[in-house]
C-alpha cells in the first residue's frame, strides 16, 4: 500500500477519510485499490468523465506518468477524444459496436480510414463538407482541418463571413460561413485579428485534403 500512496503522490493524505478527499485525490485512491493487487492490465472506464476541466487535465497528466511507471497494459475507455490523442498508445475506434480504425494517435490523425474517424479524431474538428466544393463529383465528403485553410482578406477559393472568432492566445479560431458551402471552422496564428461579419476567403491547402466515397472509407488520392 505504500508503495501505490508513493507512486499516488497521496502518502500525505492517508489519514483522512472519502470525504476528506478531493475528487481529483477520491480518483487517485481508486486507482490505487488496483495498484496494490499488481494486476498485469488495468480497465479504466471514463474515469474522469465527473471531474471539471482543471482536474481532468490534472488526472490526465498523472495516467500517463503511472503508466509509465508501473509499465502496464491499460486498457481506457473514452468518448473524450483528447483523453484518447494525449494517453494512447494504440487507438481503437469503434462506432455502434464495430471497429472503425486501428492505430497510433497520430495515424489516425493523418490518415483516418472513414469519415467517422475523421470527425472524430482532432480539435477543432475536422471540415467535412461535400466534394464539389472542392471540384470532385467522384467523391461524396472531402475532409480538411482547420490548420490546413488558408485564409486572405483579398482572394482564394471559397469566399466567406466570419461568424464566431475565439482568440485564445497562440490561436485564432474563426467559425465561417462559405458561400454555398456552409460552416468551415479555421484555426489561425494567435495574432491574425478577424472580426464578427468581417468577409475572408478561404482556401484548402491541396495535399492536406482527405477524400471519402459513399461508402464513408477513404479514398486514394489520384498521382
Do not use: C
Amino acid at each position: 500500500m505504500a508503495e501505490a500512496a508513493r507512486i499516488l503522490a497521496l502518502e500525505d493524505y492517508l489519514d483522512r477519510k472519502p470525504g476528506q478527499l478531493s475528487g481529483g485525490q477520491r480518483q487517485r485512491v481508486a486507482i490505487g485499490r488496483s495498484i496494490v493487487r499488481q494486476p498485469k492490465v488495468f480497465l479504466f472506464d471514463e474515469p474522469l468523465s465527473n471531474l471539471d476541466a482543471a482536474l481532468r487535465t490534472q488526472m490526465r497528466v498523472e495516467l500517463a506518468q503511472l503508466h509509465q511507471s508501473l509499465d502496464a497494459t491499460m486498457i481506457y475507455v473514452t468518448h473524450d477524444q483528447v483523453e484518447a490523442m494525449t494517453l494512447a498508445d494504440q487507438i481503437v475506434v469503434m462506432n455502434k459496436g464495430r471497429i472503425e480504425q486501428v492505430g497510433a494517435p497520430m495515424e489516425l490523425y493523418d490518415r483516418p480510414a472513414t469519415e467517422f474517424v475523421a470527425g472524430f479524431i482532432g480539435s477543432p474538428k475536422m471540415n467535412l463538407i461535400p466534394g464539389t466544393a472542392i471540384g470532385r463529383n467522384d467523391v461524396k465528403t472531402a475532409g480538411v482541418r482547420p490548420e490546413h485553410i488558408l485564409a486572405d482578406v483579398e482572394q482564394g477559393d471559397w469566399p466567406a463571413t466570419a461568424k464566431v472568432v475565439e482568440t485564445l492566445g497562440a490561436d485564432t479560431v474563426v467559425y465561417a460561413d462559405a458561400d454555398g458551402i456552409g460552416e468551415i471552422t479555421v484555426r489561425l496564428p494567435g495574432n491574425m485579428r478577424l472580426k464578427a461579419g468581417e468577409r475572408l476567403f478561404l482556401t484548402p491547402e491541396p495535399d492536406s485534403l482527405h477524400l471519402f466515397g459513399e461508402d464513408g472509407n477513404r479514398m486514394d488520392k489520384p498521382q
